[in-house]
DNA sequence: CGACTCATGTAATATGTTACATGATTAA
DNA sequence: TTAATCATGTAACATATTACATGAGTCG
């Protein structure tokens, strides 16, 4: 899973320059990817290298030169067999739980005080997802199936969130119950 | 959040090898990090440069020498501290999303096709899971807090596994309706 | 005897982030 | 005029994975 992929699928929607690609993958809350310089624009350089984009450059009389991508025939190809192999697993990196590791260091308040601060955090987050799929719920272009896969994109992160959140508050409530019947 | 804290997290249920750590942190499901060699041996020269962990080199006359290391007093403070500051919010890394970005190349047959194997793989982690959590809910030291705290941090796996294979259900059902309906 | 686990460590590679570098346009 | 956005790219740093290197003991 690398970013060229991304990079190839947004191109499957028209010729995009390297500053809006990396701008789109940034923005993006589902993509693993933070969208920096470095990353998108040399796997531009590689794609093109590779044939699987072609480049036009744009000489304007207002602004900076932009340099557009158009993915080509033999990008689509190399994208559709990536597209259908094996896809990897997801992974969820959850820092709350390597703090949890170390919870014997704390005091029940000092525990309940982690984990409250943690969930008003989380909390933010879900308001600020919800936010952003109430606006957008992706481009608005392609057909109507891959319109509603665009909305399946962004609503994924939100509903982790809401499972964290639920995880979570099962855990702070049975810490809450008076004490020592630790089993489940 | 780096592999140093979960390194001296272990710790405080009571002295061990790097090669312990470094199985210990490889088999967890919840952990980010591998647990390679590099990583945790790299990880040990540090802690013990700082004074946060004792190491105490054990020659035995059947097998190899160990290093054995234990948190000292400042290593506990130094923990508790990173403990109670700001957790870092969950990341959620799903090749499956990078790859419906491109969902527009495939016939639905294709996406279809795709999605179920994805789905039957995604079962299996979670039988697999399952499994690891009937055999083992952590270890079995420490106080009944902590015990509870474990078999929390194992859970949690398991149960976002679950929350996306509820999501990708959902998708699935959808898309295989008629047709042309594509808004919720 | 060959593969696996125990036990340590380093080197090479891959990936990712932050910062640097430049320069025009636009909005407050 | 100062900050933000547009637009490109490189350098330095940080982090992570794989592979290399060594060597003893155990199990089939």
Redesign the interface.
Known sequence: ?SVE??V???L?GGPLSGYDLKKLIGASE???WSGNNNQVYTALVQLHRDGLVSKETQERDLGPIRKVYTITEEG?QA??T???S?????????????????????S?A?LD??LG??AE??QM?ILTLEEMQRREAGPSF????????W???N???L??????A??LEE?RS??KRP??????
């Open positions: 899973m992929n991304a190839l699928g947004f499957l589902s993509l693993p689509k994208l559709k990536w597209v259908m094996e896809v990897e697993l997801s992974e969820h990196r959850m820092p709350i739980l390597s703090h949890l590791i170390s919870a014997d260091l704390l029940d000092e005080e982690l601060a943690y955090q989380l987050k392609g057909s109507s199936r891959q319109r509603f896969i909305q399946v994109i609503q994924c992160p509903e982790m969130a809401h499972a964290e639920v995880w855990v049975h810490l004490r020592g019947n630790a089993q489940q």
